[in-house]
């Protein structure tokens, strides 16, 4: 790593449950280093390919997925509001010069969550969850009866509602530099003509993806806020 950091006393934390492994690691750095320090721990994506985060050490499988900045110096800003410290300037939020603290979290990321799933494409992330959901079908009372009294049909003004369960399959791809758009837009409203996700063929309808991506506007002599 190119930013010079210092790990404190006290870090790492970790913990270990049933959804896997996380920690939490805490760093000094300067403050001028943010940016760099978190491109560095998280990766980021470049012009030839993504450049991968940093993995916990001693784990291959747990990798840093997200970093927070505060000022290092917390104690000043209770001295000087407590009336111990006569010199307003350090109210001032210019920490240029000063250190600042990273908190890094931790966390599994396994490259497939699932055998029978996609593969995933070097330096992402893909992961995996189900969600039961139910169609309402309303049925016409005509011909119906009760099991228990074959020969008395339903009331003609009786209202039936069929549940049909079925189950949404939802693959989060994360890290991806170049979206395969063009495919997304073809696909979308076709069925599987193989096995997928342990559903046999033409069983699962594709509906489309829910994407965001972030554009640079043109450059301007705009100030940062």
């Known amino acids: 790593m190119n930013v010079q950091f210092q790990e404190l006393a006290g870090s790492p934390s970790e913990q270990h449950s049933a959804e896997g492994f996380r920690a939490v690691r805490r760093f000094l750095i300067a403050w001028e280093d943010r940016e760099a320090f978190a491109a560095e721990v998280l990766g980021q994506g470049v012009e030839h390919g993504l450049r991968p985060g940093s993995r916990y050490p001693g784990k291959g499988d747990v990798y840093a997925v997200k970093v927070r900045f505060s000022p290092a110096d917390p104690e000043s800003l209770r001295r000087l509001l407590a009336g111990e410290d006569a ?41 995996y969850r189900m969600e039961p959901v139910w169609e309402t079908l309303s049925l016409a009372a005509s011909g ?26 939802v693959l989060t791809w994360r890290r991806v530099v170049r979206p395969p758009w063009q495919s997304i837009r073809e696909l979308q409203g076709t069925v599987n003509v193989d096995p ?11 509906l489309g993806a829910a994407a965001s991506k ?5 450059d301007g002599d705009e100030a940062p806020f």
């Not at 240029?96 to 969550?113: M, Q």
């Not at 055998?115 to 330096?123: E, H, K, L, S, V």
């Not at 009866?145 to 003609?156: A, G, I, K, M, R």
């Not at 972030?214 to 043109?218: K, Q, V």
């Open 87 to 127: 010199d307003p300037s350090a109210l001032l939020a210019d920490y240029s010069g000063s250190p600042a603290l990273a908190t890094v979290e931790y966390r599994s990321l396994p490259p497939r969550d699932r055998q029978d799933g996609p593969p995933t494409p070097r330096g992402t992330h893909l992961s």
């Open 144 to 169: 119906w009866h009760w099991s228990d009294l074959p020969q008395q049909n339903l009331p003609v003004d009786a209202v039936l509602d069929l549940l049909v369960p079925q189950t949404d399959h």
């Open 196 to 206: 997928f996700l342990g559903c046999p063929t033409g069983t699962m309808l594709f």
């Open 214 to 218: 972030l554009f640079r506007g043109a």
